[in-house]
């Protein structure tokens, strides 16, 4: 989906800078917008940016690598309000930050993993697949959060919330909302699995076969790639990564609650594969963009606090730059082709 | 006065010519064979004279009226239709519903008068002879059906110029001599025909008159009587051509492939054993399970039953990836389908192969890479201006090359060639079968599955004939020829073959 600019080799090297990496842009035109409407832009705000990226950029990164193959994972949202709901369980049980980190990845691949199966095994399309995933998984997290002892969900009634009467709740707790050199540890983390991935795509051999199978399955299995196997692993691969964003996100809020954790991020974090440029319907765009999409959106969130705004207004602002940025991408080129035939 | 003529034609893209001044003339009756390399610019044309592109420069009368400018809808109404090689046809419709689409006729109201249009296109099928219900739904229709309904659909409406584009591709030769008869029973009526092909027994076959392009210019027309194939050949391709011998024999000893009651989707009960550094030509009617066959070989379509052992080792033949394992690669057909990613460039595409195989190490090195298709590309002559080109830039011909270049790389000592040249130019045909020449020299054994006779007997070294899924008959080199194969792919000499055994 990104705009192709290779047409003109006489082209500026700005703009094509730009074509290619729109999410930049977009980035860049929303954050000034964000400079100018917040009273003084401090660096504290800049890098909470970051922060609040965090768990739905590494939630991103996974919908994108998905998405790559050309399917798709509407359950994230619901798997992060599970995972980190037993996460905190573990964490209770325990009192051990490394057992929860291992427990949630894990059951986080769990998961991506029973979503895999039924899509790169059996066959069947993934929108269903993992819209019932969805409704499963947060049913799952609302039950067990009113079924199991009180003292495993931290003594609360309706919510998973860490003891903090565990010996490492403090180390927990400062490990979500601590800094390194001004940059807050989450954040690092988000810039570190984004890098991570875009070494993984662009770099090795298995990044390579994500994109043939999204860009043409059937020539990806004539030339020897295992199709099946390749869409069961990257939801797995979403699945710890999902697990990886429950893990911060009981971090940062030493709670998850099953009924709202994770609302509507599965839309979240397609909105900021998209706006990243990686195209639905697989085979094109790249991983960078998605920290660049995610961000975005947290920075539309400040805006609106920043302006006073009503939070309800939201996602209408959201879905509307969504529009727009997306009508540029795909009218742009058509609208440069009929200028340059006239 | 002549039906059509264009004169003069120009067009560019981009500033690129891409028809410089070329002209087309067309009588009533006749068949036109339009004849050039691909890129010479034959279908720029037709979609000039179908109103799909403008054109820069030049005249165009029709039916006595000077067309300044042409609409599709313009065109349609003058009687030129387009039977594209790819069928505009909607598949969920039935066959009636295709022809009058957007043309019903009603009772009032809306009201579709169904029974009127399907008596009429029943008569109209009846003159032609198509045996094709008009209630069927279309993809439940053979190729062939689809073909002739595409052009009964042109028919129907009176059209008076009809253009083929490489109607045959898909036909068996009953099916071929079929569509021809039909075409000279139209031309008695008046019906003109430009057909567009590579096939030059058929161009010689059906043809009055000719005309070749070359590389967006006019080369020449004539009369066909008056030329022959390796004439029209050299027009096309340019510099001075021959037809010569290239095959030479070898020294083949050692097996390399064997299969065993080989049974699978579309064949059965095959026995085989190909000597390694052969070249073994597979063909048989549309149908016959050669393709299968290679299919199977490959692990792209199931087997039930029987063994295969590449060189002495058993393979289980479920699985692409063991295929490829034992070093069987195959080259498959419907290059646009199953071979072509098109969101990734040149290196990419062709090192696909390599790293399933070598996923253990799952870091590339994108120096080696280039330096590997490099060589490739000198080896097999890939005109391309660098590996980051787009997969979709290059002709069919360089493509084609480019994923022989993708097996070669995973040093694969058995390559299954399934239709090779399907959609590609006669200079970039001769190139292909000298590299198979070549590789074959080198050790590499290659089986070719193809419908061109032709094309076998100049390579090959046996060749299997393939009937109702098995193997009727092994033709050694200099038995191969259109008329003993035909013999053989049609049964027509099976009951004595039988009997000889």
């Known amino acids: ?342 | 006065m002549s039906l059509l003529s264009m004169e003069g034609i120009c067009k560019s893209f981009y500033g690129v010519p891409v028809l410089k001044n070329v002209n087309l003339t067309l009588e009533k009756g006749e068949v036109h064979a339009l004849l050039g390399e691909n890129g010479a610019g034959k279908s720029t044309l037709m979609n000039i004279l179908t109103g799909v592109l403008p054109k820069d420069q030049g005249r165009i009368v029709f039916d006595g009226k000077n067309l300044e400018s042409i609409t599709i809808r313009q065109s349609e109404e003058l009687g030129i239709a387009f039977v594209h090689q790819e069928l505009n046809l909607f598949n969920d419709l039935r066959v009636y519903e295709n022809i009058f689409l957007m043309k019903e006729y009603t009772k009032g109201l809306g009201y579709l008068d169904k029974k009127r249009m399907i008596t009429e296109v029943k008569k109209l099928f009846d003159e032609l002879g198509a045996k094709i219900d008009p209630e069927e739904r279309v993809e439940n229709l053979k190729t062939s059906q689809k073909q002739l309904l595409e052009i009964s659909k042109a028919l129907f409406f009176q059209a008076k110029l009809l253009i083929l584009d490489e109607p045959t591709t898909s036909l068996n030769n009953d099916e071929v001599a079929h569509l021809f008869g039909i075409i000279r029973n139209l031309k008695k009526n008046g019906t003109a025909f430009v057909f567009i092909s590579h096939k030059m027994p058929e161009i010689f076959e059906l043809s009055d008159r000719y005309t070749v392009f070359r590389n967006g210019e006019f080369v020449g027309t004539g009369l066909i009587r008056d030329t022959s194939p390796i004439e029209i050949t050299g027009m096309m391709v340019g510099e001075k051509y021959t037809e010569q011998s290239v095959y030479e024999k070898r020294e083949l000893t050692d097996t390399v492939l064997e299969l065993e009651n080989f049974t699978g989707e579309g064949f059965q009960n095959v026995s085989l054993s190909v000597k390694k550094g052969s070249i073994v030509g597979f063909t048989g009617l549309q149908g016959s399970g050669s393709s299968e066959l290679m299919q199977g070989i490959f692990g792209s379509i199931p087997v039930y039953g029987g063994q295969m052992k590449v060189m002495g080792r058993k393979v289980a033949n479920n699985r692409i990836h063991l295929a490829m394992k034992s070093k069987v690669a195959m080259l498959a057909a419907n290059r646009k389908e199953n071979s072509v990613i098109p969101d990734m460039d040149l290196l990419e595409n062709m090192y696909l192969s390599e790293h399933t195989l070598s996923a253990l190490k799952p870091v590339i090195s994108v120096k080696k890479e280039k330096e590997r298709f490099e060589k490739y590309r000198k080896m097999l002559s890939i005109k391309a201006n660098g590996s980051s080109d787009r997969i979709t830039s290059l002709s069919g011909g360089n493509q084609q090359k480019v994923f022989l270049a993708r097996w070669l790389n995973t040093d694969a000592e058995i390559l299954l060639l399934d239709n090779p040249t399907q959609g590609i130019d006669v200079g970039a045909k001769a190139e292909i079968y000298r590299l198979i020449l070549e590789l074959a020299k080198t050790g590499k054994t290659i089986l070719i599955n193809t419908l061109e006779i032709p094309e076998i007997q100049k390579v090959a070294d046996t060749c299997a004939v393939f009937y109702n899924g098995n193997i009727v008959k092994i033709l050694e080199h200099d038995e191969i020829d259109e008329v003993t194969v035909m013999l053989y792919s049609t049964n027509a000499a099976g009951d004595a073959a039988t009997v000889a055994v």
């Open chain 1, 1 to 342: 989906m990104n705009i192709k600019s290779g047409k003109k080799s006489s082209e500026n090297p700005i703009l094509k800078f730009c074509g290619a990496n729109s999410y930049v842009v977009v980035f860049i035109a929303i954050f000034i917008v964000y400079a100018i409407t917040s009273s003084g832009l401090t660096m504290n705000g800049v890098m909470n940016v970051l922060r609040h990226s965090a768990v739905i950029g590494i939630i991103g990164l996974g919908m994108g690598v998905i998405c790559l193959t050309g399917e798709i994972d509407l359950s994230v949202g619901s798997m992060l309000a599970l995972d980190g709901g037993l996460s905190v369980i573990v964490f209770n049980m325990t009192d051990s930050i490394l057992l929860t980190l291992l427990f949630a990845v894990l059951f986080g691949a769990l998961c991506g993993l029973v979503n895999g199966f039924m899509v790169g095994y059996v066959e069947m399309p993934a929108f269903i697949v993992t819209l019932a995933t969805m409704l499963i998984f947060r049913s799952f997290a609302q039950y067990i959060c009113q079924h199991i002892d009180k003292p495993f969900i931290g003594g609360g009634s309706s919510v998973y919330k860490m003891a903090n009467d565990q010996s490492a709740y403090q180390a927990f707790y400062n490990f979500g909302n601590g800094k390194v050199l001004m940059i807050p540890i989450v954040g690092v983390i988000l810039i570190g699995m984004t890098a991570l991935f875009v070494y993984l795509t662009t770099s090795t051999k298995y990044g390579k076969k994500v994109y043939a199978v999204g860009s043409n399955p059937k020539g990806a299995r004539m030339a020897g790639i295992n199709v099946s196997a390749m869409k069961i692993s990257v939801f797995t691969i979403a699945g710890a990564l999902v697990g990886l964003g429950a893990f911060l996100w009981i971090a940062m809020n030493a709670s998850a609650d099953p009924a709202t954790t994770g609302n509507s991020y599965e839309m979240y974090a397609i909105a900021a594969v998209v706006l990243g440029g990686i195209s639905m319907s697989g085979g094109k765009g790249k991983c960078l963009g998605i920290l660049f999409g995610a961000m975005s959106y947290t920075v539309i969130d400040k805006i609106i606090v920043s302006l006073k705004m009503d939070s309800l207004i939201n996602n209408a602002i959201k879905g509307i730059i969504l529009l727009i940025v997306i009508m540029v991408q795909i009218a742009g080129p058509r609208i440069r082709e009929k200028l340059q035939k006239k």
